[in-house]
């Protein structure tokens, strides 16, 4: 089978064919909650064509994205780190589509007794963290019209698409703002004619544009990945 998942490409092939008869393709959608905090986490997934958003809900109900995961990556890291392990973020899908979906203890036993699965996974750590920490950074430091490009570009990057089916409404809680400022923001690149937007739709036109106009972030976290996972 063609493998659309980086990291289950990475993985040596006698390792994936122990693995391919206990992963289960799934179509999801979009909205649709995969994990609430507290909860324990049964299943990893490997998306093919959709994203995941990790988020995190405070007292007063406000959201933001903490963290985004595509085909290049698997949500669930912390499922094959212990018997019973959870975390206080939310896992919601962010764009409809397919993902490789097994059980944790199937991964977990496999990671237990293979040195190049757990060499995959830790790397991928690595890289996740990267993302995680550089995000944390960008919210912080950066203006929100260069934060709306970097977004846009870590999307299309992960369903491989220049086609983004996302509201303005869902950008600003992903990105923790107010829907006025991400109208702004989508405006400003719209003149550059970088991208055009369209009722609930986003689509990229010039990507080396929309890359001149994000911060460094982007690149930054790419060049983890690569530099941690290869160009797989």
């Not at 919210?139 to 996302?166: C, F, K, M």
Request: aromatic share 8%; glycine share 6%.
């Amino acid at each position: 089978m063609t493998v659309e998942n980086q990291i289950l490409a990475a993985l040596p092939s006698e390792v994936f064919k122990r693995l391919d008869p206990h992963l289960h393709q799934v179509s999801l959608k979009q909205g649709e909650f995969i994990h609430r905090p507290g909860e324990p986490m049964s299943y990893l997934y490997f998306p093919m064509g959709c994203l995941f958003s990790v988020t995190i809900t405070m007292q007063d109900g406000s959201t933001a994205e903490v963290g985004m995961v595509g085909r290049r990556e698997v949500l669930g890291i912390n499922a094959f780190m212990g018997k019973s392990e959870t975390t206080q973020t939310e896992y919601v899908v962010q764009v409809a589509g397919s993902a490789m979906k097994i059980e944790a203890q199937i991964l977990r036993q496999e990671f237990d007794r293979n040195g190049e699965l757990r060499d995959v996974l830790f790397y991928y750590t690595q890289a996740f963290l990267a993302q995680v920490s550089q995000t944390a950074a960008c919210n912080s430091l950066h203006v929100l019209e260069q934060r709306l490009a970097r977004w846009l570009l870590e999307t299309q990057e992960r369903i491989g698409s220049d086609y983004l089916p996302l509201t303005h409404e869902y950008v600003a809680t992903m990105l923790g703002v107010r829907r006025s400022g991400v109208t702004l923001a989508a405006q400003k690149l719209q003149e550059r004619k970088v991208i055009q937007y369209r009722r609930g739709n986003v689509q990229i036109l010039n990507q080396s544009g929309l890359e001149a106009s994000a911060c460094e972030c982007f690149k930054t976290i790419r060049t983890e990945y690569d530099r941690l996972l290869g160009s797989v």
